[in-house]
């Protein structure tokens, strides 16, 4: 089974299984031609969202496979990696 990630201005969304990805991109593309409007979408966990949709908000709707539905978005990741310290790179690491 594939997911249908949407994502509006950077805030991603993933939609419910059974979302008619087509009927998505009408009912954005129909609040765009009239200057925004809320659009309805059901979530992944059947919640519901109204999102504003305007011209110029960038908006990306990607089926994706299910066996990357444990992928994490970058900008969601909390990562320790110190600061950066060159100090204990010697020669003997180059060639």
Do not use: K, W
Not at 10 to 18: E, H, I, K, R, S
Not at 37 to 53: G, K, M, Q, W
Request: aromatic share 4%.
């Amino acid at each position: 089974m594939n997911r249908l990630l949407l994502n509006i201005a950077g805030d991603d969304f993933t939609l419910a299984p059974d979302t008619d990805d087509a009927q998505v991109m009408t009912n954005i593309e129909t609040a765009v031609r009239t200057g925004g409007a809320f659009v309805d979408i059901r979530l992944a966990d059947s919640t519901h969202t109204a999102v504003l949709i305007s011209p110029g908000l960038p908006v990306t709707l990607t089926r994706a496979a299910s066996d990357v539905a444990g992928l994490v978005p970058a900008r969601h990741l909390e990562l320790d990696i110190g600061a950066y310290d060159d100090s204990d790179f010697s020669a003997t690491h180059c060639p």
